[in-house]
């Protein structure tokens, strides 16, 4: 089992342009995660998924953050236009629905310069 | 929004000591988790507690959910070095009929060899 699969694993941008994260989850699970770290913030939850459906998006911190999971097995996070204050590191999970053993992906570093 | 104090911050420690750190949470959880990150990795769950006064055991690691459902502790008996990282307790926010987990804002461990 190749775990979670995020990609890519450091992203540097200059502020206004587009960003993509994408994230493949462990084969079977049915609920995927978002989260972003951040120094000050930890991690906080932007979106889950559960069955390809987004269930909560609350967490999305501006209308420049979209998420989509057109399939099972991909996701990705877009961030449109991108400011120095996005740059943190993002995490994906995945997980069986109900399940507590979420699995984390080894994220993607994004710095916004 | 709901949140998880952890304490302490950080700790630098000798190894061989034991270890000892805590979460509280003004609200009632039925799930506790404690997750631990690595550097440049997500996190990793460690142990999770389901009942009330639970002691439960992974190794060197016990964690307890306490009684009133507000807390819970985390210890690590005799460290190693490769004990360094980031540990973060975690609570399941059911709403409706789905979940996630809300995180604290973690403990980092620093053990001198």
């Known amino acids: 089992d190749a775990g979670v699969i995020q990609s890519p694993r450091h992203e540097v941008t200059e502020m206004g342009q587009e960003v993509t994260l994408r994230c493949k989850p462990i084969?079977?699970?049915?609920?995927l995660f978002w989260y972003r770290q951040t120094m000050m913030r930890g991690l906080e939850l932007l979106i889950y998924?559960?069955?390809?459906?987004?269930?909560?998006d609350s967490g999305m911190p501006e209308d420049r953050f979209s998420a989509k999971m057109p399939n099972a097995s991909f996701s990705t996070l877009k961030i449109q236009p991108s400011e120095p204050r996005d740059s943190a590191v993002y995490f994906c999970?995945?997980?069986?629905?109900?399940?507590?053993?979420?699995?984390f992906g080894s994220g993607t570093r994004l710095t916004v310069v | 929004g709901q949140q998880l104090n952890q304490s302490p911050q950080s700790m630098f420690i000798q190894e061989g000591e034991d270890v000892s750190m805590n979460c509280t949470s003004s609200?009632?959880?039925?799930?506790w988790l404690w997750y631990k990150q690595d550097p440049g990795e997500g996190p990793v769950l460690l142990i999770a507690?389901?009942?009330?006064?639970e002691l439960t055991s992974n190794g060197r690691l016990t964690a307890q959910f306490g009684i009133t459902r507000k807390d819970s502790f985390l210890n690590i008996s005799a460290s190693i070095p490769s004990d360094v990282g980031i540990y973060f307790c975690?609570?399941?926010?059911?709403?409706?009929?789905?979940?996630?987990?809300?995180f604290g804002k973690g403990t980092k461990l620093s053990v001198k060899p």
């Open positions: 999970a995945s997980s069986l629905t109900g399940g507590n053993g979420y699995t």
């Open positions: 084969s079977g699970h049915n609920s």
């Open positions: 998924f559960n069955n390809n459906v987004p269930i909560d």
């Open positions: 609200s009632i959880f039925n799930t």
């Open positions: 507690l389901y009942k009330a006064g």
């Open positions: 975690a609570v399941m926010n059911y709403g409706g009929s789905q979940g996630n987990l809300i």
